[in-house]
């Protein structure tokens, strides 16, 4: 049986800049282990952070996941005149449902960044389960 397509929400990290000293608890697995607001160095490794996993950034309705993308971005300001790419809905709306995930960093002043993703679920590019899928709704509720 195939995992029904979805998208789980992460972030956003909110703190100082990362540097190369951040590296080694950002590779694979040690984000998860050792704190989960620390974007992971490969977007698909968000997937093993159980902890950062809610329910209410886990959708299938692409939508949904777009207008908390929107929010994000909205809540988090960058510094300067940086432009983010949230105005391209239908191209953003393509990309998640191709199976690509979305990942956005940038400086929210002089020595602090935002970072937030939305990640593809089942992962293209990696073996790793789902750590929250999604519910299936009842007929019984969509009836009315």
Do not use: F
């Not at 949230?86 to 191709?98: E, F, M, S, V, Y």
């Not at 990696?126 to 019984?140: D, E, F, G, I």
Request: aromatic residues 8%.
């Amino acid at each position: 049986m195939t995992q029904q397509l979805h998208w789980h929400g992460y972030g956003p990290y909110r703190g100082r800049i990362l540097t190369r000293d951040d590296e080694p608890k950002r590779r694979t697995n040690r984000a998860a282990a050792a704190n989960d607001e620390i974007p992971p160095m490969q977007l698909g490794h968000y997937l093993t952070s159980r902890r950062a996993t809610a329910a209410e950034r886990t959708w299938t309705d692409v939508n949904q996941a777009l207008d908390w993308l929107a929010q994000v971005a909205a809540d988090n300001p960058p510094a300067g005149s940086y432009a983010l790419i949230t105005d391209n809905r239908p191209g953003k709306r393509a990309q998640l449902l191709g199976g690509s995930d979305i990942y956005h960093q940038y400086y929210t002043g002089t020595s602090s960044m935002a970072a937030y993703a939305i990640i593809c679920c089942p992962h293209a590019h990696l073996t790793v389960t789902c750590p929250l899928p999604p519910a299936t709704p009842t007929p019984a509720a969509a009836g009315g």
